[in-house]
């Protein structure tokens, strides 16, 4: 059974840094792309980043050069560096991988 487990979210300040972390439980998390979304208040949930199987990365535009994604197969984990963060960003950001969703963690940024 697949399950994802996200950290590292919570309150940072206007142009601050935060770094989310995905966990998967499962085989084969290698071989998927993994990518994570976001939610805002009343908004859709809109992809942020997504690394494929063979590292290659696609991104927002609206997190292009500030955001970076990246993964530890080793560690069944996916990771994403946030910097330079506004309050466009704040949001519940999900990790997805093989079509399941993680819990989501909240991303609030505000002075």
């Known amino acids: 059974q697949v399950q994802l487990v996200e950290s590292g979210g919570g309150l940072v300040q206007p142009g601050g840094s935060l770094r989310l972390s995905c966990a998967a439980s499962?085989?084969?998390?290698?071989?998927?792309?993994v990518g994570w979304y976001r939610q805002a208040p009343g908004k859709q949930r809109d992809m942020v980043a997504v690394?494929?199987?063979?590292?290659?990365?696609v991104y927002a535009n609206s997190v292009k050069g500030r955001f970076t994604i990246s993964r530890d197969n080793a560690k069944n984990s996916v990771y994403l560096q946030m910097n330079s963060l506004n309050a466009e960003d704040t949001a519940v950001y999900y990790c997805?991988?093989?079509?399941?969703w993680g819990q989501g963690t909240q991303v609030t940024v505000s002075s």
């Open positions: 997805m991988w093989k079509g399941v």
């Open positions: 690394i494929a199987s063979n590292g290659n990365t």
């Open positions: 499962g085989s084969l998390f290698g071989s998927y792309d």
